[in-house]
């Protein structure tokens, strides 16, 4: 008899697709000038008026359609895909219209998984998995798994959880993970 | 210390949203002629070319927004979200255009629960909550809490979930499940 397969549960923005990059192409666009996501992040601008209202676009229809994919990241869920059941996992549910874009994304990009392995929330303390890969610190704290930091401009000094940098070292860190469940 | 409040997950589409009624009153204005949900499931209608043709509606934007709400539902959600945490947990990743109108739907009838606690999800086995209220058995068979069954007429002659009738059941068997906790 074949051990179940264990579950791998994958953030979307700024874990699969580049949300950061798009937006600071909007800021640019807006602003006049670009700006790192460093800088974004060390200045609060989130809660500035300006970011606030920059953040609005968020809600509108399209733009998640377009989203760059992160480096490697189709390669390695191809290669994870084969040893571990994957699920999409998105706190999509804030943004009304970005759900159809987001499912469309996947489609277009990830065709190979599969809808029902789809899952769009806001609190990730729903979720059953073995693995969460996520850059927000807030789903990793309730997930009862184990919590991976994929690594964001916001999140480089925590401390709590494995941290990936990119998508080479998810694959090697699993690599390391099917070697000690064979073993 | 306060115990954790526990965790009931609600399924939407005919256990808080009547679907089958908006189902039929489609098929009522499509053929002249009005069934019932038990015609409908014993003469397995969504395998002929004309069911498969009147299910194209499920993918129509805005054919969610306007379900009526299931007798009773309102008035015992109300009811079971001051003494459990309430996801609510719907299947909807099939249908592309259906989360907007549902997160809609959710908002109009139901703003006492926030968008974070909303799940459109394919395959259900991704869920963590002590408790799930289904009409569809495929979903109980894989939940690890405990699975209640909400009657629905494709559902009839299923034997190994604890049944619920309706709204008015679903407020007694947490009744007794309080009753039980506390003691």
């Known amino acids: 008899m074949n051990t179940p397969r264990k579950r791998i549960a994958l953030d979307m923005d700024d874990v699969m697709a580049n949300l950061s990059h798009k937006f600071l192409d909007h800021y640019e666009k807006e602003k006049g ?3 790192t996501m460093k800088y974004f992040w060390d200045n609060d601008i989130y809660s500035t008026p300006d ?3 920059l953040r609005q676009c968020l809600f ?3 733009f998640f ?3 760059p994919i992160m480096d490697n990241c189709l390669e390695v869920v191809q290669w994870l ?3 571990y059941e994957i699920f999409i996992v998105s706190a999509a549910m804030e943004f009304r219209n970005s759900m159809p874009d987001k499912r469309d994304w996947m489609e277009k990009h ?3 998984i599969h809808w029902s392995n ?3 929330c806001g609190d990730k303390s729903i979720i059953d998995a073995d693995y969460l890969i996520d850059d927000h610190v807030k789903n990793l704290i309730t997930f009862k798994g184990k919590g991976l930091l994929f690594s964001a401009a ?4 925590e401390k709590r959880f494995t941290r990936l940098n990119n998508w080479l070292e998810v694959k090697a860190f699993f690599e390391g993970e099917l070697k000690k469940d064979a073993s």
């Open 110 to 112: 990830f065709p190979f």
């Open 118 to 120: 789809i899952v769009f």
């Open 81 to 83: 895909y084969k040893h």
């Open 154 to 157: 916001h999140n480089t000094n």
């Open 33 to 35: 000038h670009r700006i």
């Open 65 to 67: 359609a377009d989203l």
């Open 51 to 53: 970011g606030k209202r």
């Open 60 to 62: 509108e229809p399209g």
